[in-house]
């Protein structure tokens, strides 16, 4: 069974900078890993931001930004919003199928 | 504009089965796949599996592999979950998702499951 982790909660100041890190138990995570980021609010679905490492969706704000650092998947999000406070997934194609990061929970404070 | 529209919530017994739908609007429902999501009260999220609304091929999670059925119906764009021999641990929201090329985009609204006796 293949992990992916993430960091389990990361707060960040108003307007200030963060950058999530998404890793696989398998190795370095690649393109070919196909990596995701999702943002969900509490109550709500799962909302895509970015997709193909660093591709943002017509509706992400260009704040947010995708990324491969050291390995892992990265999303920075520059200029963070208190709209931004939310649970962030990131998903990787791995080992045959869809793997979900544990979720990194952002406070904006 | 693209949307999933999913069923309403269900509470089921142990051991019965589940069956959610998801109709899709808004785009060629058979140009596109629907992955399958879900996740339990306070934890994160998990991937079921997914189907090709084209030509009906499936990848499934392995850990679900033997109870746990996806199909569409082309005619009525919907897609279609099936999961049988049902615990408490399958209490969760259940989501789909349009999937293309390792891209799952629009989601539905999300269906509650409870397993209670």
């Known amino acids: 069974q293949t992990v992916v982790t993430q960091e389990p909660s990361l707060t960040v100041s108003p307007g200030g900078t963060v950058t999530l890190t998404c890793a696989s138990s398998?190795?370095?995570?690649?393109?070919?890993?196909?990596p995701n980021w999702f943002q969900q609010k509490p109550g709500q679905a799962p909302r895509a931001l970015i997709c193909y490492v660093s591709n943002r969706h017509s509706w992400t704000p260009a704040r947010f930004s995708g990324s491969l650092l050291g390995g892992k998947a990265a999303l920075t999000l520059s200029g963070a919003q208190p709209e931004d406070e939310a649970e962030y997934y990131c998903?990787?194609?791995?080992?045959?199928?869809?793997?979900f990061g544990g979720g990194t929970k952002l406070t904006v404070l | 504009q693209v949307q999933l529209v999913q069923s309403g919530a269900e509470v089921n017994k142990p051991g019965a089965s589940l069956r959610v739908s998801c109709k899709a609007t808004g785009y060629t429902f058979t140009n596109y796949g629907i992955s399958w999501v879900r996740q339990a009260p306070g934890q994160g999220l998990e991937w079921m599996g997914w189907i090709s609304a084209h030509d009906g091929r499936t990848n499934y999670a392995q850990r679900l592999l033997d109870r746990f059925t996806m199909t569409t119906d082309a005619s009525t764009s919907t897609a279609y979950m099936e999961l049988r021999s049902l615990t408490f641990d399958d209490t969760a929201v259940y989501y789909c998702?349009?999937?293309?090329?390792?891209?799952?985009?629009?989601w539905g609204q999300g269906t509650l499951v409870t397993v209670s006796s």
């Open positions: 398998i190795g370095a995570v690649t393109t070919s890993y196909y």
């Open positions: 998903l990787l194609h791995q080992g045959g199928g869809w793997v």
């Open positions: 998702a349009r999937d293309y090329n390792f891209v799952p985009d629009y």
